[in-house]
């Protein structure tokens, strides 16, 4: 099955600095890969989210970028504020077979003010 | 709209009890999943469902069984519960079971078994 690796565990950057998450995955067959936001004692929320035909997307000040090749994407927040603070969780899937998310075991932002 | 509530909010149970958490969603959305979340593992699968009448089995369904009798709700029982299954337990469902649907969360219920 599916196995999805996440780096770093914590993360700790200055505001209005950037922030890097990097993930990689093992099934080639994976083409839709999610970021999830979890803040403290609440539920996850996708913030956005790639397809496998799409080499990178931005919304406001998060982007993702996608190399299917290496099996790897990356999320990448710029100008961080406090609010961003949260526990981030990438995730991939694919169309056929059991097409449910696996997701990364999570990376702890934590944004300096 | 509620969208996708689960009870209870958390439960202490003693080891072999029995207990069922509930998962009920008002989106008409054809699949619903149930994840545990354990601090550094992230998020599992235990068992998920496309659509009514049908289930399937994620990474970790051993001692959780699952049923789908309709659309909107989505149990899941722990027929024996013993310390290990201590965890927030997350149901969410998507529209129609296709991997790049969103899914959307519940709450979450956090189950403590001594």
């Known amino acids: 099955g599916e196995n999805v690796e996440q780096h770093p565990s914590t993360l700790s950057v200055q505001e209005g600095d950037s922030a890097v998450i990097k993930c990689t995955y093992s099934d080639s067959a994976s083409n839709y890969f999610p970021w999830y936001k979890q803040e403290l004692g609440k539920r996850p929320q996708l913030i956005i989210d790639?397809?496998?035909?799409?080499g990178e997307k931005k919304d406001q000040r998060i982007a993702v970028t996608l190399n299917k090749t290496a099996k790897h994407f990356s999320l990448h927040i710029t100008e961080t504020q406090p609010e961003d603070s949260a526990v981030y969780f990438c995730?991939?899937?694919?169309?056929?077979?059991?097409?449910?998310?696996?997701f990364g075991s999570g990376t702890r932002l934590q944004v300096q003010p | 709209i509620a969208g996708i509530t689960q009870a209870p909010t958390s439960q202490i149970l003693a080891a072999g009890r029995r207990m069922t958490l509930r998962c009920t969603q008002d989106m008409r959305h054809n699949a619903m999943y149930w994840y545990r979340q354990d601090l550094g593992l992230g998020l599992r699968l235990i068992h998920y469902?496309?659509?009514?009448?049908?289930?399937g089995k994620g990474e970790v369904p051993d001692g959780y069984s699952v049923s789908r009798a309709n659309t909107d709700d989505f149990p899941l029982t722990l027929a024996s519960a013993v310390p290990s299954q201590t965890s927030v337990y997350f149901c969410?469902?998507?529209?129609?079971?296709?991997?790049?649907?969103?899914?959307?969360f519940g709450p979450g219920t956090r189950l403590t078994v001594l």
């Open positions: 790639i397809r496998s035909n799409v």
């Open positions: 469902s496309n659509t009514a009448g049908t289930t």
């Open positions: 969410a469902s998507s529209d129609s079971g296709r991997a790049s649907d969103t899914q959307y």
């Open positions: 995730a991939a899937s694919r169309d056929t077979g059991r097409r449910a998310l696996t």
